[in-house]
């Protein structure tokens, strides 16, 4: 059978119970983590094209790098969300965004 050819399978992560009927939940709550990452990566995605859009605009015009107030409130504003796990997420963000400082 060629690669065009095969047929079609969903790969199943075992979901830690063998009781078919909180298996079955398990699964639907994970098509949902599914959906909500794919929209979380695509936002990302944009979020990083649109602050380094804002760092070419911003250093083409002779300011700075980066706006230090800026990041700190974007950190507080994801502690204050998210909790103690929140400034890694927003670091990570605004890496992505303007690169690594140093």
Do not use: C, W
């Amino acid at each position: 059978m060629s690669e065009a050819q095969l047929p079609d399978f969903e790969v199943r992560m075992p979901s830690g119970t063998d009781d078919p009927l909180s298996d079955a939940e398990i699964q639907r709550y994970r098509e949902e983590i599914n959906r909500m990452d794919r929209i979380i990566l695509d936002a990302a995605k944009r979020r990083q094209e649109i602050s380094q859009a804002i760092g070419r605009t911003r250093m083409s015009s002779g300011g700075t790098r980066l706006v230090h107030t800026r990041e700190i409130a974007i950190v507080n504003q994801f502690r204050d969300e998210l909790g103690e796990e929140g400034p890694a997420i927003a670091s990570a963000l605004l890496r992505m965004g303007r690169g690594k400082l140093g």
